[in-house]
């Protein structure tokens, strides 16, 4: 097999189009040829979410264009191009579609090889875009819709050892953030004017700290902030206190449930060398890091953070994927569709609705 591969990488899961050309290079990480990222912010700013139909229209619009310039920025045609990733899962259908179909198309008419990427795996591979990782290493991933502890055993061997129960960590953050009207996208917003708050003053909640191994649950936390923005009035200085001690309880529950996994991967892997990857785009807050190294040194493991701009939605995420799949021969034919659901353990139990038992 050639030895630097370059593939054209296509996102379209959520609400941002993008597109990134990618080569592996011969330390092993990428370099990265382009990186296109449209955001559509505001086209959802006023909904306070995202708005599905809204956001296909949207990649409709500028999903040409964006592949284009990520072509043009790389400096490369498509005939040096390896293969096509595109995203293919999880996701909403209507979006998915759009990125899905035109790598078919692509793919097609100039004979190169489609992959199928799941959106997870782009999250969970992305460190190694910058960082020469090896396997096997315990993922966080902390996203818009997913909250998962994972062994990553290798490209396409997942482990699920802990998943949320309720809300993924991202919408926690998104909600917090609306019930405090603290603008959108509630995230680093959360994370910006929690800074100017006393993160003691709320007591508020931490949902099955003491029970359920490293298995997740936000939504008692997310009721309590709901019932404490009810009393505050508008109060800025309330509201910062609350964002606070939001962000504050969030820290201790993933300090507590990180230290439960670890002990999980080490047991279950008996690696010499602990590593845990935080991906996702909660990944970008600083807090949550600090607090995660800090619980590193305490227990002698390595953390790796992505850099800022491949924890949110990225195309580069995808390519890199997609190579490391093409070099396991892990291709997909034209006919694959899109999903909605796609879990990259696929043995995980399903720890979401009644009937659940902790
Ligand atoms: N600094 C931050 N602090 C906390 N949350 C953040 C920060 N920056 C971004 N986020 C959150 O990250 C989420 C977006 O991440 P991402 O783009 O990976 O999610 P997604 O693609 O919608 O979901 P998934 O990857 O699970 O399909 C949003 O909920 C956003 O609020
Ligand atoms: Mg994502």
Redesign the pocket.
Known sequence: MKEKITFLGIET??DETAAAVIRENEKGTADILSNVVSSQVNEHKEFGGVVPELAARAHIENIDFIIKKSLKDSKITLEKIDGIAATAGPGLIVCLTVGLNIGKSIAAFSNKPLIGVN?LEG?ALSPGLENKIEFPYLLLLI???HTQYLIVRDVNNYEQLGTTIDDALGEAFDKTAKMLDLGYPGGPNVEKFSKLGNKNYYKLPEPIINKAGCNLSFAGLKTAVLRESKKINGNKKLRYNLAASFQNTINKILYKKTKIAIKAFKEKTQAKKVQLIVA??VAANNSIRENLSNLAEEMNFKTIYPDLKFC??NAAMIAWAGIKRFKKNLTNNIDISARSRWPLDKNAPYMKGPGLKL
């Open positions: 899961s959520c959106h999250h996203s818009g819709g996702g785009g949110g939605d």
